[in-house]
């Protein structure tokens, strides 16, 4: 049977109190008939921890990641912070925006304004 071991010491495994890595959460784009939607991967971001905002032409993610709540044994991959932010242009509704954030994946909707959308045009006939 195999077994774990580790060179660091209870005193090695404290760490100093260091602030969070920022780092770019990836991001797939995609454009519907109405809205684009972008899906950010934000592993371990909480609701409580999440920030989305939309100012002027710019819209900014922030997701902050809580360490656990005791120090783990072994720990191979490190705690981040997420910020990204795209650019609003004029043809979108930045006040129509929508969010939800569902196992660790954002979800963000921004609707395409309703004057960049085609209308259709009724014929009449005579």
């Known amino acids: 049977m195999a077994t774990m071991t580790t060179t660091d010491t209870p005193a ?8 969070l890595r920022t780092i770019s959460p990836r991001v797939d784009i995609y454009e519907t008939d109405k809205a684009y939607v972008l899906l ?8 409580e921890g999440l920030d989305v905002v939309a100012e002027r032409n710019e ?7 809580d360490g656990p709540a005791r120090p783990a044994d072994c720990q191979e991959f490190e705690l981040a912070a997420y910020r990204r932010s795209f650019t609003l242009t004029e ?12 196992d660790g994946v954002l979800r963000v ?3 395409k304004s309703a004057r960049t959308q085609p209308k259709k045009i009724r014929v009449r006939t005579e």
Request: without cysteine.
């Open 12 to 19: 090695a495994r404290r760490e100093i109190e260091r602030p």
């Open 109 to 111: 909707e921004i609707p």
């Open 59 to 65: 819209l900014v993610i922030h997701g902050r990641v």
């Open 40 to 47: 950010a991967d934000m592993p371990g971001v909480g609701p």
């Open 91 to 102: 043809d979108l509704d930045a006040a129509g925006i929508t969010a939800t954030l569902q």
